[in-house]
């Protein structure tokens, strides 16, 4: 029996064991023999075993130096290894997105397993263009669209600030690489952070926004400080009015909504009023906002810390609580 937490009882839970024959190599029959265990009856094979256990063998003889590092895209990796086995097994989906499932058995074994990182079999990053690590690196400005990437690069080359536009749903892959990259620098990963968002002032912007900060908590950036700029006090009533755009419900939206409204009156928004109509729930697109207001906001709030020291930043951040106090006492006043 494995020692509770050992590598042996992590490899157990994923399902992954070592096998001397390449495992995409091989027919339908051994394939079949190998992987039935806890199968569906939609396929003959355990199609998320197979995936994992690929994966795992692909880094065993990398790390080994039997095979050198990949240098492709996961995508690659799929249509290289995984989609041509599992049309050999009888088990390629026309429907379901197996590639989706594959992204998702990386990310487990990383995070839910701890059994590899991306770099261990050198996966290359497509979003390796959107992001830079500049000079003030623990000053991060960041993007839930792609579309704001020629703005971030504007406010990096005028600010020297470290950069990321996710492009939807933050990447493990990218924000493992972006902290390696930090790493490399001698950055002190226990400094504290300051980061600056733009995305959707919405239930799904929320969440993009709390996944990427998941994701450096993950890889060891802990200390960190959130500012929204996409947020309704960046805009008139009027023009909020004509820029809401209606928040989908629902049972299955029920509780993420209420988890993103109990956010956002942290906030004390003076405009967040205009964004909710009787049972109505409104959010705003990022690009609501123009990138002019959103400079004059990263002047007050971000040009400041530019290349303090950790001891100017603690004083900074308190006496920017103390503000906050100060204010949400004067609101409960009035």
């Known amino acids: 029996m494995s020692k509770p937490g050992s590598l042996q009882d992590r490899l157990r839970k994923a399902g992954i064991r070592h096998y001397d024959k390449l495992i995409h190599d091989q027919p339908k029959e051994w394939l079949v023999k190998n992987f039935r265990k806890g199968r569906t009856k939609k396929y003959p094979i355990n199609v998320s075993s197979l995936m994992r256990n690929i994966i795992w063998q692909t880094r065993e003889r990398i790390v080994k130096g039997e095979k050198p590092p990949l240098k492709e895209l996961i995508r690659t990796y799929w249509y290289m290894y995984i989609k041509p086995t599992l049309s050999r097994a009888g088990a390629l989906a026309p429907k379901t997105d197996q590639y989706k499932e594959l992204s998702k058995h990386l990310a487990d074994m990383g995070r839910k397993y701890k059994l590899m990182k991306y770099k261990d079999i050198g996966f290359r990053d497509e979003n390796q263009a959107h992001r830079r690590v500049g000079g003030n690196a623990n000053i991060i400005l960041f993007s839930e669209k792609l579309g704001h990437q020629e703005f971030l690069n504007e406010i990096a080359e005028k600010y020297n600030v470290s950069i990321l536009a996710l492009g939807g749903m933050p990447s493990l892959l990218n924000v493992e690489y972006f902290v390696d990259n930090l790493k490399k620098t001698g950055f002190n990963l226990q400094r504290s952070f300051y980061l600056f968002s733009i995305v959707d002032y919405d239930t799904s912007g929320y969440i993009v926004k709390n996944a990427f900060l998941d994701d450096l908590h993950y890889y060891g950036i802990k200390h960190t400080r959130m500012y929204d700029l996409i947020n309704p006090d960046m805009l008139t ?27 956002v009156a942290k906030k004390n928004y003076d405009n967040q009023k205009y964004l909710v109509q009787g049972k109505t729930l409104y959010g705003l697109q990022a690009e609501a906002v123009s990138g002019k207001r959103i400079t004059e906001a990263l002047k007050k709030v971000m040009v400041p810390l530019l290349g303090k020291e950790e001891e100017f930043l603690k004083a900074y951040e308190l006496k920017k609580l103390d503000e906050a106090i100060k204010n949400l006492i004067l609101f409960k006043l009035t």
């Open 237 to 263: 009533p009027e023009e909020i009015k004509l820029a809401r755009v209606r928040i989908k419900t629902g049972e299955d939206m029920r509780v993420k909504n209420r988890n993103w409204l109990r956010e």
